[in-house]
């Protein structure tokens, strides 16, 4: 059956957005995986083994809740699991992007926090990026993996793994996506160069913190719920 406009629209849009990923460094060879909830609540979902920088809209999967496969397309992504944990735990989003940011991933590896309070626009917008535990990939254990903190924070980082970015549509979870792995490759740069890093005092976080409400800056803010911290 031919298909809805915002199905074609959002179809086409996981393309767009994969090969943004690719382009970058984001994800690499079949890595990743990219999904969108639609209206109905079905989800568009990208196939297991695809590489994500060379995408066509056809190839994509649409499953339901449960991840079952709802139009006799292709099957998703065995990683189906960290996008169903997402949309039910998180009503509100609407898309998620699955990358393996090299610089996050790496600080995870060397056990530098991605939370801690640095960079003003960060400190601002998302607060922090936390770090989930290990999870084996492909298993059930990956989406418990990541469970508490998608409740709380719109970007997490699973550890030796990859990142998990949720947005209202795709280019705004793309959006999260760059922002911390910008954030991270600064972090990485300044503490190699250190030997360190040091936060910012906690009056100047605070501070930073106040001027949300002035901007209207409403979204999920690791620093304020004291997601992945306490």
Known sequence: MPWSEEEARLRTAICKVGALCYQRGLIVGGDGNLSTRMADGTILITPAGAMKGFLEPPQLARIDTEGKVVDGGPGPSSEVGIHLVVYKERPDCKAMVHAHPPHAVAMTIAGIDLQMPIIPE???????????????????????????????????????????????????????????????????????????????PDEAVAELLATREMLGIRTPNTLENRCGLD
Do not use: Q, Y
Request: hydrophobic content about 40%; proline content about 6%.
């Open 122 to 200: 960060i400190i601002v917008t998302i607060g922090g990026i936390p770090t989930a535990r290990f999870g084996i990939p492909g298993t059930p254990d990956l989406p418990e993996s990541i469970r508490e903190i998608v409740r709380c924070s719109d970007t997490v980082i699973m550890k030796n793994h990859g990142s998990c970015t949720l947005g209202g549509n795709l280019m705004d979870a793309f959006k999260k996506l760059d922002m911390l792995e910008h954030t991270a490759r600064i972090l990485w740069l300044a503490h190699v160069a250190r030997g360190g890093l040091e936060p910012l």
